[in-house]
C-alpha cells in the first residue's frame, strides 16, 4: 500500500469539538491520504469505540488508518497498521504479528535510530521535531532542516516530517527529501479543519 503524504493525526486533548471520527471526515474530504488515531489515555473500551468510529470513516473513504502506539487496537479495528515510538513496542515485533502488508510507521530522531527502523521492517519513518512544537508536553530536541535531511539520505523508504508543519514550511520539507508531513493541531484546532487540510494538500501538490 502507498505511503500518503499527508498525514493527519486526529486528537481529543488540545480541541473537543470533534470526535476523532469527525476529525478523520473532515482531514479526508480536505485531502488527507493517511489519517493517524492518537488518543493515548483512557479506558480501553472508550478507545475502541473512538477508534471504531473512525476506522469506518476511513474505511469508507478508502484512507489508511494507522493507530499510534497501540498494536492491540490497530488489530480489533482492521486498520491499516501502526505507528511507533520509541518507547513503544519494537518494530520487528509489530512486523512478526501484522504480516508483510501492514504499515508500520516509527518515529525516529536521529540516523541511527531510522536505519535500525528501516531494518527491522519499517514501512516509513515519522522524522521530528523537524520545528518547535506544542502538541507534546516533553518533546525532543528539535532537528531542523539538516537532521532532516541526514535522515532522508541516510534510508531507502519514506520520511514523514513532524512537528511543527505549516503550509509554509511544506516547500522545505520535501526539499529536504521528505516525502511528506504529518499534521495535528495545525488542522484540528482550525477554524475549518477541511479547509485547513485542503492548504496543506495544495502545498504539497505544489511543491513535489
Known amino acids: ?29 480536505g485531502g488527507a491520504d493517511t489519517v493517524q488515531f492518537r488518543q493515548k489515555t483512557g479506558p480501553i473500551r472508550a478507545r475502541l469505540y473512538e477508534a471504531e468510529r473512525t476506522a469506518a470513516v476511513c474505511r469508507e473513504a478508502n484512507a489508511p488508518l494507522l493507530i499510534d502506539d497501540d498494536l492491540t487496537l490497530a488489530q480489533a479495528v482492521d486498520a491499516a ?67 532532516l535531511r541526514a535522515v532522508c539520505g541516510a534510508v531507502q523508504i519514506p520520511v514523514i516530517g513532524i512537528a511543527g508543519m505549516t503550509p509554509e514550511r511544506v516547500p522545505f520539507v520535501l526539499d529536504a527529501g521528505a516525502h511528506g508531513i504529518a499534521v495535528m493541531t495545525a488542522i484540528t484546532t482550525a477554524d475549518d479543519p477541511e479547509a485547513a487540510a485542503a492548504v496543506f494538500r495544495a502545498a504539497i501538490e505544489s511543491a513535489v
Open 1 to 29: 500500500m502507498p505511503i500518503g503524504r499527508l498525514h493527519v493525526l486526529t486528537d481529543f486533548v488540545f480541541q473537543q469539538r470533534f470526535s476523532h471520527a469527525d476529525l478523520a471526515a473532515h482531514a479526508i474530504a
Open 81 to 147: 497498521g501502526v505507528h511507533l515510538g520509541q518507547d513503544d513496542l519494537p518494530v520487528a515485533v509489530a512486523r512478526h504479528i501484522l504480516g508483510p502488508d501492514a504499515i508500520i510507521g516509527a518515529t525516529v530522531t536521529t540516523v541511527n535510530q531510522a536505519l535500525d527502523a528501516e531494518g527491522a521492517g519499517a514501512s516509513y519513518l515519522g522524522f521530528g521535531p523537524v520545528f518547535p512544537t506544542r502538541s507534546k508536553r516533553n518533546p525532543a530536541s528539535v532537528k531542523g532542516l539538516d537532521g
